[in-house]
């Protein structure tokens, strides 16, 4: 019988992003084969992470290129993106806390491509005058992340409706990040 490795994959994230501590035995168990099968298939937890990871980037470069970044209104971009994003965010949020993916010269380029993306798109609000201009991209960029990150955890614990999660990553990131208009800019509005 062949292993479906996008299954053992897709069953791994979905466990992960509920208990991150799962053992390779409790992947195994569900995904429906023997330890010794998914050992074939990963040599240990870190070939799995690894594995995860490139699913993680491949998600969020599909995300990206769904959302259409570069058209119209950066904030509207946004919104596109936290939306077409949101089936990844679980995913997201438990390679977020695998910091062996982040350490050291092994980091994966995808990470670095999905991270210029994102700050360009928060340039580009900036330069528009959408987003405010003294914080820097790349903290945009981070603070998304760690939005997406709680907004999925919080989705899974039962704690916010999975219908408000759009909405509640982008109000309170761009919400932060708007520029405030000045009395005089409102009166000359």
Not at 151 to 178: K, P, Q
Request: some cysteine.
């Amino acid at each position: 019988m062949a292993v479906d490795r996008d299954h053992v994959l897709r069953t791994a994230a979905a466990l992960l992003t509920r208990k991150s501590t799962a053992t390779m035995d409790e992947v195994a168990k569900a995904a429906g084969i023997s330890r010794a099968t998914l050992h074939r298939q990963f040599a240990g937890r870190d070939a799995l992470v690894r594995a995860l990871e490139s699913l993680g980037i491949a998600e969020c470069e599909a995300a990206l290129d769904a959302a259409r970044l570069d058209e119209g209104a950066a904030r509207d971009a946004v919104h596109r993106l936290v939306r077409e994003i949101e089936p990844a965010a679980g995913l997201i949020a438990f390679l977020y806390t695998e910091n062996q993916l982040f350490e050291g010269e092994e980091q994966n380029a995808g990470w670095a491509r999905i991270d210029e993306r994102i700050a360009a798109l928060f340039r580009r609000g900036q330069q528009s005058g959408e987003f405010r201009i003294d914080l820097t991209p790349a903290w945009l960029t981070e603070a998304l992340y760690g939005l997406l990150a709680s907004g999925a955890w919080a989705v899974s614990e039962g704690r916010v409706a999975r219908n408000d999660f759009t909405h509640m990553i982008v109000e309170l990131l761009l919400g932060g990040a708007l520029r405030q208009h000045t009395t005089e800019q409102r009166e000359e509005s």
